[in-house]
Structure formats: C-alpha cells, structure tokens
C-alpha cells in the first residue's frame, strides 16, 4: 500500500519509495508530544523543502558524508576550509607546553610575556593562553599570572607540521616568527592585534585565510613590516638591497582571504596556561 506525504499530501511514488524520507518512533518523556507516536512521511521534494529550511538554522550540521559530520553550519556556508577551521577553534584548548621570555615595556613597571616557542608541544594547531600562571620565586604557594600579548621573534620558525594557531590576545608579532612554516592555513586574530615584523610569513605559502575578530577598519590598522632589517648572513651571492627586495616575507599575509567580525568560540572551561618560572 502507497504512504502519503504529510507535507503536500501526495501519493508516494516510486522514487519516493525507494528514497524512503520517512521515521516512525515513540515519543519519550522531554517533549510536549511525550507518550504519543509519530509516523512521518516525506516525498523527495518535501524532503528537500524541509531540509533547506532547516540546515540554516542548525548550529551544527546534522548531514554526514561528503559535508562532513559536525561541522558549523555557518561556516560550511563559506566552504569547507573555513568549517574546518571554526570546528577546531570550538574544542580547540589553550596550548600549555609553549615555552615563553618576559618583555619588559619601556617606561613603565609591568610587561607581558612573549611566546619564545614550540617548547614541548607537537600539536598543528596552537591556541595561545590569554595568561600564564607562574610560581612566584619568593614563595611557593603564591600564584602569579601575567599577560600573553606578544608571539616573539622566530618563535614558530621551521616549524612544518603547524597548521592553524589561535592568537588569543596578542597585539603584536615579532619578525620571522612563523618563517618557512609550510603547513601554515590560517590564523585567528583578536582585534587588539595591532603589528607583523619583517618577514614573519617568509615561505607561508599554504596560508589562505586570515580570521579577524574585528571590522575592516581595525583590520586595515594593522602595521605590516615588509622590510626585512634583520640580517645576519644573506644568501650567497645577493647584496644587502637585493636581498631586502626578494625575501619581503609577509606576501602571504597580505594575500590570505580575511574573514571579519570572526569571533572566538570559546570552550566552557577557561584556565591560564602553566609555567614554572620567575616572578618579574
């Protein structure tokens, strides 16, 4: 006996059999139809109808397979390298094997802490601590925290398997800091984030999109070095001006799709990375 579509109200036929868009279950207790069944029915087109309605206001993909399972509806609207991206940063947790140098600022009694590098971590992905806790020399009970807010110089350098890293509240990146990180896809930036060093990106040829925690505006206040001031040993046979004008390294910066208004989703548990080290 033929089923009926209880959206449109038409007959199935023989394609809608053999699509079978249709579930019957008992409905527990939770819902306001709790201790009733259901037995529904959709033709292909409904179904299609249904599921157009219904995947924009999903969270999170509910369609396996080729889209993928899990990923942010939002983000799989703009491709899948971006749904990738936004599935990482929502259980992405903050990194605690980096390895860090105080920065003093100039004028003032306080600093911030630099990421110096990789330290023990093997992850592809990094999501910088907002904070670090230290252990303060002059006693061992007392916890001290104090602000992440730089990526220091050559601090990703060489490192090939990284592949996306979060920069949770650094307003600043120092010169050659992810050099020749060949797996480099994209980055998330906050929007205090204010300047790149020279040559920061040489060699980030994999690096396709920048997300932006701000607007367009904050972005295009971002001060981009394209110098390269810092040389000790320029390639053999290259002066100190032709190497500066061949080796600008932040072409891959400039030339990543920016993504604006990018929020951080943030997992529910928050605590500062740990670090044994002096109280400054």
């Known amino acids: 006996m033929s089923r009926t579509c209880h959206l449109c109200g038409k007959q199935f036929h023989f394609w809608d059999e053999r699509q079978d868009f249709s579930f019957s279950r008992h409905v527990g207790y939770g819902s306001k139809y709790d201790r009733t069944d259901m037995a529904l029915n959709l033709c292909c087109h409904c179904f299609d109808k249904v599921m157009d309605w219904l995947l924009p206001q999903c969270a999170v993909d509910p369609v396996c397979g080729e889209r993928g399972s899990g990923l942010p509806i939002k983000a799989l609207l703009e491709g899948d390298f971006v749904a990738e991206a936004e599935s990482l ?53 007392k916890k001290v925290y104090r602000p992440v807010g730089e990526v220091g110089k050559r601090a990703f350098a060489c490192e090939r398997r990284l592949e996306g890293a979060v920069l949770t509240a ?41 997300f932006f925690e701000g607007t367009e505006e904050e972005f295009k206040k971002i001060v981009v070095d394209t110098a390269q001031k810092e040389i000790s040993s320029p390639d053999k046979g290259f002066t100190f001006e032709e190497y500066e004008v061949k080796h ?22 928050e605590r500062p990375a740990q670090v044994e080290g002096e109280n400054k």
């Open 89 to 141: 940063m929502r259980s992405l947790p903050e990194t605690q094997d980096l390895h860090y140098s105080f920065r003093a600022m100039w004028m003032h009694d306080w600093g911030v802490y630099a990421v110096k590098g990789m330290g023990y971590c093997t992850d592809p992905y990094v999501r910088l601590p907002r904070s670090i806790e230290m252990t303060a020399t002059y006693d061992e009970q």
């Open 170 to 210: 650094i307003s600043e990146i120092g010169a050659e800091a992810f050099d020749e990180c060949c797996s480099l896809r994209w980055l998330w930036l906050p929007r205090n984030f204010r300047q790149i060093g020279p040559a920061a990106f040489r060699g980030c040829k994999e690096l396709k999109a920048i």
């Open 248 to 269: 600008l390294g932040n072409e891959p910066f400039l030339n990543a799709k920016v993504y604006y208004n990018f929020p951080f989703v943030k997992p529910r548990i």
